[in-house]
Antibody, heavy 120, light 109 residues
Framework: EVQLLESGGGLVQPGGSLRLSCAAS????????MSWVRQASGKGPEWVSIIYGGGSPYYADSVKGRFSISRDNFKNTFYLQMNSLRVEDTAVYYC??????????????WGQGTLVTVSS | DIQMTQSPSTLSASVGDRVTITCRASPTISISMFLAWYQQKPGKAPKLLISKASILESGVPSRFSGSGSGTEFTLTISSLQPDDFATYYCQQYSSYPLTFGGGTKVEIK
């Protein structure tokens, strides 16, 4: 069974940092791109970042230069380092397994989500 | 960026009703069928229902169907069941940034 388990969310002050982790199991992790998608309360999902099996990352403009995605194919885990956090980054962050060709991906499995709250 | 607009934002329906949700893309999705639909229940992650506009994910009931291309797509539930009351989102994956619609909440009438 494919499973994704996020961790690392919490309350942080504006300008602070957090590192989210997503542990994957049930599939050949290195074969798949992995992504972070966030959802503010009452809003639709917002794609944040994706990293391909070989490590190429892409970011939404709203987080470019502040967030960094990485992966460890030996640990079947990928990460989202979030720096210079803003109030508007407050959301539930989901990790998701991406399917499809490079640049044209959708998400067939999602984690349960971890809440990030940016507030003073 | 490709903006995805869903309508209606809320839909009230009864068990057994046929329900149609529309998702419009602006500008057009260049790879015209690259659209997915997800179902989300309160406090849960989205669940993939359909990819490539009309391909049903394994295990998804056949009462769900998708159609469309280019700028207009639809998700149809042929006979609404109690488990289908949820919020539905479309997502284009033709180009970065990947973008989602604002959602359609299907409520009990």
């Amino acid at each position: 069974e494919v499973q994704l388990l996020e961790s690392g969310g919490g309350l942080v002050q504006p300008g602070g940092s957090l590192r989210l982790s997503c542990a994957a199991s049930g599939f050949t992790f290195s074969d798949y791109a992995m992504s972070w998608v966030r959802q503010a309360s009452g809003k639709g999902p917002e794609w944040v970042s994706i990293i391909y099996g070989g490590g190429s990352p892409y970011y939404a403009d709203s987080v470019k230069g502040r967030f960094s995605i990485s992966r460890d194919n030996f640990k079947n885990t990928f990460y989202l380092q979030m720096n210079s956090l803003r109030v508007e980054d407050t959301a539930v962050y989901y990790c998701a397994k991406a399917v499809g060709a490079a640049g044209t991906t959708w998400f067939d499995t999602w984690g349960q989500g971890t809440l990030v709250t940016v507030s003073s | 960026d490709i903006q995805m607009t869903q309508s209606p934002s809320t839909l009230s329906a009864s068990v057994g009703d046929r329900v149609t949700i529309t998702c419009r893309a602006s500008p057009t999705i260049s790879i015209s069928m690259f659209l997915a639909w997800y179902q989300q229940k309160p406090g849960k992650a989205p669940k993939l229902l359909i990819s490539k506009a009309s391909i049903l994910e394994s295990g998804v009931p056949s009462r769900f169907s998708g159609s469309g291309s280019g700028t207009e797509f639809t998700l149809t539930i042929s006979s609404l069941q109690p488990d289908d009351f949820a919020t539905y989102y479309c997502q284009q994956y033709s180009s970065y940034p990947l973008t989602f619609g604002g959602g359609t909440k299907v409520e009990i009438k």
